[in-house]
């Protein structure tokens, strides 16, 4: 059997401040195996923070259990943290220790030997690529540098479980892939499980085994990308038509939904149904002036799932 690296039930975070209760995590149960990448998709103020924070040991949880790592976060929260990494959002700020420097301390404050520190601050200066700035102070370096030495830092102490929040927010597209190159190869060479926060549809879809999708602090989604995809969103078609009233009536014959003179339509397998849709309507009489297929992406999934868009949100944010 897997062993899994994580577990919580019903963990709960209700927050009192100016005397309004904010519900921001309730009752979320999640398991992830030893080994796995998962993501944790979800808006702004989905509650995605709260979690981790609660799992990592930062937050108490207002009710609910988690086991971490082998340790209860109630009951052994230095357990927890002696095994897990965490990267939160902008830890190395304004640091004005050189790199190196930087990640000798961190081994330090782990109670690592001098020697075993430096060797591991090697190490992960070499596989992140950040030989050419390690005798650099932290706070001259890129978004995307900075990020990398924020991961170095949570990895020195050689965690099972890293958790990663949030990690690409603010980087250009160009740092962010490179980043996830990063992560994805350190994962392939050491094993290390990956919780990741992400508000990215894209880095979800592309770095996670498993996706879990937040919102309003319930988990409303869990299963790999493909999956959610394909349950929960299908291909989407546009078909066009000459006049509204063809398209209106096409749509009552696909199951679709008509605008104008286009009619959209989702279904499991839209590739193969359009070239039937087209027959059978031209049959009806009824003629296809242009149509287009295209997969699903999590953003349906999320849209079949609360009716909003993540992209707009995130675009509004
Ligand atoms: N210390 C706090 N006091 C009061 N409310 C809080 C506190 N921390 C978080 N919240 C609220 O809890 C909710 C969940 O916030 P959280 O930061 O967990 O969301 P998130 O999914 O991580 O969002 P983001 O993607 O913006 O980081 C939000 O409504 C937030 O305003």
């Known amino acids: 059997m897997t062993n899994q690296m994580i577990t919580a039930r019903g963990l709960t975070k209700t927050f009192r401040a ?4 904010v519900a921001a995590v309730q009752g979320v149960d999640l398991s992830v195996a030893e080994g796995e990448l998962v993501a944790f998709l979800g808006p702004n103020g989905a509650g995605k923070s709260t979690t981790v924070r609660m799992l990592t040991t ?3 949880p207002t009710a609910g259990d988690a086991v971490v790592a082998g340790s209860d976060i109630r ?6 943290r002696r095994r ?14 050189r790199v190196r420097d930087e990640l000798h301390a961190q081994g330090a404050f782990y109670g690592m030997g001098r020697r075993e520190t430096r060797a591991r601050a090697a190490e992960l200066i070499d596989s992140l690529e950040l030989g050419q700035v390690a005798n650099r102070q932290v706070q001259s370096l890129s978004g995307g540098q900075k990020r990398r030495v924020d991961i170095a830092l949570g990895l020195i102490h050689r965690p099972e479980l890293l958790f990663l929040d949030e990690p690409s927010t603010g980087l250009d597209p160009h740092s962010r892939a490179n980043l996830w190159e990063h992560i994805v190869d350190l994962r392939r060479e050491t094993g290390t499980t990956i919780f990741l926060t992400t508000h990215y549809l894209d880095e979800a879809d592309q770095l996670a085994e498993r996706v879990m999708v937040m919102d309003e602090g319930r988990v409303i989604a869990d299963d790999t990308a493909p999956a959610l995809k394909q349950q929960l969103a299908g291909d989407r078609v546009t078909l066009a038509f000459g006049s ?7 749509a009552a014959r696909v199951g679709g939904e008509s605008h104008g003179a286009i009619v959209t339509v989702t279904a499991p397998d839209g590739d193969r149904a359009l070239p039937r849709w087209i027959r059978e309507l031209a049959d009806a009489g009824l003629d296809v002036h242009a149509a287009t297929h295209r997969p699903p992406t999590l ?9 909003r868009s993540l992209r707009e949100e995130g675009a509004a944010a």
């Open 18 to 21: 100016k005397g309004q209760e």
């Open 58 to 60: 930062l937050l108490p």
């Open 75 to 80: 009951r052994d929260p230095a357990g927890v």
């Open 84 to 97: 897990i990494g965490y990267v939160g959002q902008g830890t190395s700020g304004g640091h004005t220790q």
């Open 244 to 250: 509204a009233t063809d398209a209106a009536a096409a």
């Open 299 to 307: 953003d349906d999934v999320f849209l079949t799932l609360t009716g």
